[in-house]
Nanobody, 123 residues
């Protein structure tokens, strides 16, 4: 069973950048398909990006394509989300998720969640 802890959130002005990290423990990190989701107040959980076990395949939601980059370092048991050109509509709690199998963009397919890290983008 894997435990996930996110970090790197904060307050940033529109147009700025942040890098989120998600550290995993308690499992073999390279055996997990990883994803990032976000949830803004009053809104549904939203897929952001996901990455395959070796990092060779990445997937993005349309609103973040070209601005966000997901990556992983299996030696460090960490997955990252580099966010650039941030917009106020990116404001949300960002969660890291994991699953042994391909989980894509469906939150219900993931077995493990982190507590999340708050990202606030001011206009």
């Amino acid at each position: 069973q894997v435990q996930l802890v996110e970090s790197g959130g904060g307050l940033v002005q529109a147009g700025g950048s942040l890098r989120l990290s998600c550290a995993a423990s308690g499992g073999t990190f390279s055996s997990y398909f990883m994803g990032w989701f976000r949830q803004a107040p009053g809104k549904e959980r939203e897929f952001v990006a996901s990455i395959s076990w070796s990092g060779g395949l990445t997937y993005y939601a349309d609103p973040v394509k070209g601005r966000f980059t997901i990556s992983r370092d299996n030696a460090r048991n960490t997955v990252y989300l580099q966010m650039k050109s941030l917009k106020p509509e990116d404001t949300a709690v960002y969660h890291c998720l994991a699953d042994k199998f391909y989980a894509g963009n469906s939150v219900s397919e993931y077995d493990y969640w982190g507590q999340g890290t708050q990202v606030t983008v001011s206009s």
